[in-house]
T-cell receptor, first 118, second 114 residues
Framework: AQTVTQSQPEMSVQEAETVTLSCTYD???????LFWYKQPPSRQMILVIR??????QNATENRFSVNFQKAAKSFSLKISDSQLGDTAMYFC???????????????FGKGTKLSVKP | KAGVTQTPRYLIKTRGQQVTLSCSPI?????VSWYQQTPGQGLQFLFE???????NKGNFPGRFSGRQFSNSRSEMNVSTLELGDSALYLC?????????????FGPGTRLTVL
């Protein structure tokens, strides 16, 4: 079974501090794409960052960066200089590329609720 | 550019009824995916359409169905509603054939089954 585990249901961080959200996944596919999505309270889900599994370099997007450890099947998200607007539910997800190149769809973790405190 | 829109935003139905939800993707996007979000099960994939063809289907009973029109708008239908179908239904669109491209989500339709 292909699964995503986010072991921290809730986290909090002080404004301007750094926080790391954990994610592990399980798949037998060698090629896949990894994502972090953010769902602010009562607002639409948006993509934070995307990583292609065959790329060793960790993806970064401004204050957001990932630590991708393929062998460990780990994909953590680091948020630097946390801002009040970062308060949201964060979902880790992946899309497996099946044998033969066909693609699956997003498989999500249960999410981590992040609160940024002033 | 307008985002993904979903209608209606809120629905209240009773057990046994059926419901149709609508999703309009971003202009130019041809792939539409549907997800069910509940507190207990989290986000679960329902199905994905590209150019009016269902390409993938999640592990949901046959009461859940969908379709896509030639303008890429999509509808999902749930027949014989059950209490457990109460959820936020999210639609997402992406450009091109690859689902691993960024998926843009709509605001969702909150369905309550009484």
């Amino acid at each position: 079974a292909q699964t995503v585990t986010q072991s921290q249901p809730e986290m909090s961080v002080q404004e301007a501090e750094t926080v790391t959200l954990s994610c592990t996944y399980d798949t037998s596919e060698s090629n896949y794409y990894l994502f972090w999505y953010k769902q602010p309270p009562s607002r639409q889900m948006i993509l934070v960052i995307r990583q292609e599994a065959y790329k060793q370099q960790n993806a970064t997007e401004n204050r957001f960066s990932v630590n991708f450890q393929k062998a460990a099947k780990s994909f953590s998200l680091k948020i630097s200089d946390s801002q009040l607007g970062d308060t949201a539910m964060y979902f880790c997800a992946f899309i497996p590329m099946n044998y033969g190149g066909s693609q699956g769809n997003l498989i999500f973790g249960k999410g981590t609720k992040l609160s940024v405190k002033p | 550019k307008a985002g993904v829109t979903q209608t209606p935003r809120y629905l209240i139905k009773t057990r046994g009824q059926q419901v149709t939800l609508s999703c309009s993707p971003i202009s130019g996007h041809r792939s539409v995916s549907w997800y069910q979000q509940t507190p207990g099960q989290g986000l679960q994939f329902l199905f994905e359409y590209f150019s009016e063809t269902q390409r993938n289907k999640g592990n949901f009973p046959g009461r859940f169905s969908g379709r896509q029109f030639s303008n890429s708008r999509s509808e999902m239908n749930v027949s014989t509603l059950e209490l457990g179908d109460s959820a936020l239904y999210l639609c997402a669109s992406s450009r091109g054939q690859a689902t691993y491209n960024e998926q843009f989500f709509g605001p969702g339709t909150r369905l309550t089954v009484l």
